[in-house]
């Protein structure tokens, strides 16, 4: 700062002495110059007035050493010129050997009938001169021209004299000056560099730090201007942190996806859930939005977005790191005035599971119309069958009917699933929590299923320790699981076969198991057997009745329902096992 002062002192202290250096010396030169044009053109005139005289009388005789005899001075000049540029006399120099004068400009001017005042070197006398030339008429139609000229050598050395002393003066004024400056500059900064050091502490956060406020001068003010300043700063810091917090919290509880970038697509803003939806952990706040979204379809959007300045939506296709379903909402950031964008606004709302939802409705509706189709022709065919004549056999008439009860137990059984499949995604009932004992419950479902197990020779083996302890729940529901389960098990079993009904802790789970050694499933179809009408293979659907196709998807919703885990193992020809996983309660562990 010091050093600043300083050096600007000095570049003014330089300009305004050399300004004023160069109006004094121009001043000076314009001084003399005027003396010495204003002493030449008098002189010219009374020249020319007796020149004139003379030529009237005795004409151009002797004029040569009449011009030398009526010199003024040693210094001025006298030239007399003929109207063709002809030098008739000359003061100084032999007229014979003096070349034409017709185009010196004074010569020209003067011939034209003005007179003219001009300054160059002269070539005769090797020296600066100032030269004027005025016409002079001898006759109505003759004219000579009366030239004066001086040397200038007198006014160049006292410009030369003025510029010396003028120097001298300027350095030493120049260097008394700076003298002066450097001290009063080092009283100025030495406060004003204390001043610096508090606000750089201040600026980095130190508010607590205040400057000593002790005389009246302008420092003074500023010393407590500053501590004013950092008060106030202080408080509409936080006020801001706060609100930048407030700001924050509020776009990162949003569940939709929200980014702000400038009109150049460099990310301002992005919140915790559009990096979730984008897969993404880095910070990404300065960075190109085409970073993160390489997607044409996109990049297009936002230009529109940029040029119209108007709402835009769109619903793309992102394919890494996985493929979603995504609605892109782009509304451009106004100024105050609502004439410039300063930016776009992007909220990213994930609608894939909605997306996959409605695929599933779709195919869940058609599988359903498909289902309900199947036995109403068959039921439609048999009374036609039966209306065209075949009630009159009465045992074909039988055996018909019995097909036609059959099929409405199938229509009845895949509408009573496909309503509790309904309540169980519906969800909008409450969730009953009974406190219900695993064993009788379990006991209560083999007593339901024992009949259907006699008839095929079927045993079923139950293993649970009697302080297997309890469940939280529909207690129905969990009963309609096991039934599904034990029922599957004992439908796609061999006679005099077994199932086998387990219950144990195992880690953090209570595990429940339904073990069977009938047909078994092959792996290609495990993974869909929990899928809404998904039959395994031929060989199960023609084992009895084929079932609705729903019983492992209800299965599966209701363990969702109790936030278990079910996990199936099988093996064809060997059997399957189903097992249950059952988070324990907090009581228990």
């Known amino acids: 700062m010091q050093k600043k002062i300083f050096l600007n002192l000095f570049y003014v202290l330089l300009i305004g002495i050399t300004i004023s250096g160069l109006l004094s010396y121009s001043t000076i030169e314009s001084t003399y110059n005027k003396g010495v044009e204003d002493k030449l053109v008098s002189n010219a005139y009374l020249t020319a007035e007796i020149i004139s005289e003379r030529l009237d009388v005795h004409g151009f005789d002797n004029i040569n050493d009449y011009v030398k005899k009526i010199r003024t001075s040693d210094e001025m000049r006298i030239t007399l010129i003929n109207a063709d540029g002809t030098v008739l006399a000359d003061t100084y120099e032999d007229i ?295 009630m009159k056999d009465e045992k074909t008439a039988l055996r018909f009917l019995n097909i036609i009860d059959h099929e409405a137990d199938r229509l009845t059984s895949l509408i009573s699933d496909i309503l509790v499949l309904s309540e169980l995604e519906n969800r909008k009932e409450k969730n009953t929590m009974d406190r219900f004992d695993i064993n009788t419950a379990i006991e209560e479902v083999i007593l339901i299923l024992n009949s259907q197990s006699e008839k095929k020779n079927i045993k079923i083996q139950k293993f649970i320790p009697e302080n297997i302890g309890f469940l939280y729940g529909a207690k129905d529901k969990f009963k309609q699981m096991m039934i599904n389960l034990i029922d599957n098990s004992i439908k796609y079993s061999h006679e005099y076969s077994k199932v086998m009904i387990e219950a144990y802790i195992e880690d953090d789970y209570k595990v429940i198991s339904i073990q069977d050694f009938g047909i078994g499933i092959s792996q290609e179809s495990i993974p869909r057997i929990f899928e809404r009408f998904y039959r395994v293979d031929k060989a199960r659907s023609r084992v009895g009745y084929g079932g609705t196709g729903l019983g492992l998807s209800i299965v599966k919703h209701i363990a969702i329902s109790f936030g278990a885990e079910i996990s199936v193992d099988s093996q064809v020809g060997k059997g399957t096992l189903f097992k249950i996983k059952f988070p324990l309660v907090k009581e228990e562990s």
């Open 96 to 390: 014979s050997i003096m070349g034409n004068h017709k185009e010196r400009p004074e010569v020209k001017k003067a011939m034209a009938g003005v007179g003219s005042l001009e300054k160059r070197y002269s070539n005769t006398i090797k020296a600066n001169y100032l030269y004027y030339a005025l016409p002079v008429k001898i006759s109505i139609e003759d004219k000579v021209i009366v030239r004066l000229s001086m040397p200038l050598r007198d006014i160049e050395l006292i410009k030369k004299n003025y510029l010396s002393n003028l120097l001298i003066g300027f350095g030493l004024g120049l260097a008394i000056a700076l003298t002066i400056g450097y001290n009063v500059a080092k009283r100025i900064t030495k406060p004003l560099s204390q001043i610096t050091q508090i606000s750089e502490e201040i600026a980095k956060g130190k508010f607590d730090l205040k400057l000593k406020v002790i005389g009246k001068d302008e420092i003074t003010k500023l010393a407590g201007t500053i501590n004013n300043m950092s008060e106030q700063l202080q408080y509409y810091i936080n006020g801001l942190n706060c609100r930048n917090k407030e700001i924050e919290a509020i776009l990162s509880s949003v569940i939709n996806g929200i980014i702000a970038i400038d009109n150049y697509q460099r990310i301002l803003f992005i919140n915790k859930y559009a990096k979730k939806i984008l897969d993404i952990e880095e910070e990404l706040e300065g960075r190109h939005l085409m970073y993160m979204l390489r997607n044409h379809q996109i990049n297009e959007h936002l230009k529109n977005t940029i040029e119209n300045k108007k709402f835009n939506e769109i619903e793309i296709t992102l394919n890494y790191p996985e493929e979603k379903n995504i609605i892109l909402y782009t509304n451009p950031i106004m100024e105050h005035n609502g004439l410039n964008s300063i930016g776009i606004i992007l909220t990213l709302q994930d609608v894939t599971r909605i997306r996959k939802l409605e695929r599933i409705k779709s195919e869940f509706v058609a599988n359903v119309s498909h289902e309900l189709k199947t036995p109403l022709t068959s039921i439609k065919g048999f009374i036609e069958t039966l209306k065209e004549g075949a």
